[in-house]
């Protein structure tokens, strides 16, 4: 391979590289502004100028190609004088907004003004006004004096979302950024502009002011909104969730995420609908219980039943673990009748990462075996041979209402949930289940990439510390007299959890303690997940053999 | 061993102590004749100079609106993490304002990080050294204890304008 110098240190390229590429590969940061690696190169901020040996002048690193033999410096005086104009320059017209401004401690201004620019401004005349608060569409807000015309978002919604929304407008240092006459940014993958940005130009509507970035923890999981499964980090304040961002996953969904998984599969979590606690159906009302009774009351009824009488429902929406435990569970007890829900919303996909089945693990379903239909079900209790149904963090009422004549034939309804809905509304029994959010556990996705998620909001049998979760400053100095450690939390159980504990009354064999330990399990019975543990998965997955996915 | 003897041993009037005793009586006699040194506290209350740092407090303009845009700067840069800030948007020019801004005084340590750090000369040091709560809730100050209004604090920004670089 070919070699080229940066600072004093050969570096290796694959010829086509440009210099910035080969720069990053080698471990080397040089500033840089409009430059991206997933969108073309359009080279106007200026600020990754370098000093390249026998060329007359500095060169941007991002669009001059690395060739055999060069010799870059990216550290010398001449390399530091044009990167502190350039950063003089870029700052003009900047407005001294950090304190108002979400991006403040992520944005990469800031971090750049910190480490090259002059420190004070030399411009004495009045900064450009332009306007503060532009609908840019439903879900951003767009401040026009911040943005450094870097163009990254108009190159994203052309390249990435291929919506072309975005345009300049006016020159020089008037430009402004807007949509085309009569257009809304609205495609549905808007809010990776807001991750690309390197200023806080475009803002979140929904995240706007909520927090500063500092105050959050990050925890790294996986979308629940489809089973494309983008990577993503949740961020926690306060055992609240309030954003998600994408994490670069390459096999995956790359940089990025799509609007609807962004903004609409976390909020369930702090919802006023969340179930906490059990709940015993006594005297036709729902009445809180605590967990030991609730757990001999279910194993009660359920002992009134011949094994065939009973049916169980699985979760497209639960991880492998739940599933895993639930279907052990059916066994021990001799039953079936095991069955899952698709959730597939025809038409709702394109090439980028949409897919049409809308939740995160039913390829997981089905390298369990859990393949039943859940119409077959619907037969089986109209015609009165099941009379037990257990239903595991699924909606069947959600799903179709169709659901609310047959639940009323039963004779005993057990609800694994994690919010109140349509057919917690007919439960005998409920049990509080621990969101996504809120376990250890993993997600199949639709290419069979084996990902794990992890606890980000406390449960009150969850602690932060002793649970190994990620911490906030605040998480780590707090006491429980200050305000902002009172945070909610629920008292819900991971679903294999609860069933583990109801096999106690049974026959005892599911004695898992950890998520990690019903995963060893699952690897050790299933040849899809062999070899597989949490730690080979780690935080970017692993896809399993292409041989036995065929055969799935 | 032989016993160490003492440098010096006391003289005969010494021993009296008579002497000692007048001189001192003499002494406090002088100072009666004085002027006042002390001060009856809470009859007569206490002027503290510009430089005072008492309790920190939120300065309100005079359009009744407060100066602070809710960065979180001070509640950062708290050693003691007493300050907690929520912010939210307003319609006005300076686009946010905190929603909630509690100073938990049990956690105050006085040290004025907050006004240093503060990009808007937002929060001061009072000269309010007159603190008491009975219980910790108590102890939390928000938005309607902290909000001074800016005349009664001019002092104490002059004095910032000075020194404050």
Redesign the interface.
């Known amino acids: 391979m070919p070699n080229i110098t940066i600072d004093g240190k050969q570096v290796e390229f694959k010829s086509g590289q440009t210099v910035i590429q080969a720069a990053m590969n080698a471990g080397i940061d040089i500033p840089h502004f409009c430059y991206h690696p997933k969108l073309s190169i359009s080279g106007n901020c200026r600020v990754c100028l370098v000093e390249i040996e026998k060329m007359p002048k500095l060169a941007i690193a991002c669009s001059t190609l690395a060739t055999e033999g060069m010799v870059v410096h990216t550290n010398s005086s001449k390399t530091l004088d044009a990167r502190n104009a350039v950063m003089e320059f870029i700052l003009i017209n900047h407005p001294l907004d950090c304190p108002i401004c979400d991006e403040a401690g992520e944005c990469k201004l800031q971090d750049y003004a910190f480490a090259h620019s002059r420190g004070e401004s030399r411009f004495e005349e009045i900064k450009n006004r332009k306007e503060k608060r532009v609908q840019l569409g439903p879900r951003i807000k767009f401040d026009a004096e911040r943005c450094i015309s870097c163009s990254r978002c108009i190159r994203f919604s052309d390249e990435i979302a291929k919506a072309n929304q975005l345009t300049f407008t006016n020159r020089g240092d008037k430009v402004t950024i807007t949509t085309f006459p009569g257009e809304s940014f609205d495609n549905p993958y808007t809010l990776n502009t807001v991750d690309i940005c390197p200023v806080g130009a475009l803002t979140n509507n929904d995240f706007r002011f909520k927090s500063r970035v500092w105050e959050m923890s990050s925890t790294n999981s996986v979308c629940i909104g489809c089973s494309r499964g983008c990577n993503i980090e949740i961020w926690v304040r306060n055992n609240e969730i309030l954003r998600l961002t994408p994490r670069q996953n390459e096999e995956v969904n790359s940089f990025w995420m799509c609007d609807n998984g962004r903004l609409n599969t976390f909020k369930f979590v702090n919802d006023e609908s969340r179930i906490d606690g059990c709940y015993l159906r006594k005297d036709g009302q729902l009445v809180k219980s605590d967990w030991a009774e609730t757990l001999e009351v279910t194993s009660k009824s359920l002992k009134e039943f011949k094994s065939n009488e009973i049916a169980f429902v699985a979760s497209p929406f639960a991880t492998l673990e739940d599933n895993f435990v639930l279907e052990r569970f059916a066994k021990q007890i001799n039953s079936n009748n095991i069955f899952s829900a698709k959730h597939i919303l025809t038409g709702d996909q394109d090439d980028i990462l949409i897919r049409e089945d809308k939740t995160p693990n039913s390829f997981g379903l089905s390298i369990l075996g859990i393949k039943n239909d859940i119409s077959k079900l619907y037969d089986l209790i109209d015609n009165k041979n099941v009379k037990a149904l257990f239903i595991m963090e699924e909606d069947l009422v959600g799903l179709n209402s169709e659901w609310e004549k047959v639940l009323t034939k039963l004779e005993l309804i057990i609800v694994l949930a994690t919010n109140k809905n349509g057919t917690t509304q007919f439960a005998d029994i409920i049990f509080p289940a621990a969101t996504y959010a809120e376990k250890h556990g993993t997600f199949v996705n639709f290419q069979g990439r084996v990902q794990r998620i992890r606890p980000a909001i406390a449960t009150e049998e969850l602690d932060r510390s002793l649970d190994g979760m990620n911490k906030s400053r605040w998480d780590k100095f707090g006491t429980k007299f200050d305000r902002w450690m009172q945070g909610k939390k629920y008292d819900a159980k991971p679903s294999w959890k609860i069933i583990a504990l109801l096999d106690s009354y049974f026959n005892n064999k599911l004695k898992f303690k950890m998520a990690e330990e019903v995963f060893n399990e699952i690897s050790k019975s299933n040849e899809a997940l062999k070899n597989l543990d949490y730690d080979v998965i780690g935080d970017l997955g692993v896809t399993i053999n292409s041989e036995v996915f065929q055969k799935v | 061993m032989a016993t160490k003897k003492r440098l010096k041993d006391l003289t005969f009037l010494e021993k009296l102590y008579i002497p000692v005793i007048l001189k001192g009586l003499v002494l406090t006699l002088k100072t009666m004749f004085k002027p006042k040194v002390t001060m009856e506290y809470p009859e007569v209350k206490f002027e503290p100079p510009a430089s005072y740092r008492g309790r920190p407090v939120l300065v309100q303009e005079k359009n009744g609106v407060e100066r602070c845009?809710?960065?979180?700067?001070c509640?950062?840069v708290c050693p003691a993490?007493a300050i907690?800030v929520q912010?939210?948007?307003t319609e006005l020019e300076?686009?946010?304002y905190p929603e909630k801004f509690?100073i938990?005084m049990l956690r105050c340590i006085f040290c004025g990080f907050c006004e240093e750090v503060c990009?808007?000369e937002a929060i001061v040091m009072s000269k309010d050294y007159e603190l008491v709560f009975q219980d910790?809730d108590s102890a939390?100050f928000g938005k309607d204890k902290l909000l001074i209004p800016v005349e009664q604090l001019q002092d104490r920004i002059d004095f910032l304008r000075k020194f404050k670089k």
């Not at chain 2, 845009?69 to 700067?73: D, H, K, N, S």
Request: a negative charge; glycine letters at 4%; one cysteine or more.
């Open positions: 845009v809710a960065c979180g700067l509640s950062r993490l907690e912010a939210a948007e300076k686009e946010r509690e938990n990009p808007e910790r939390i």
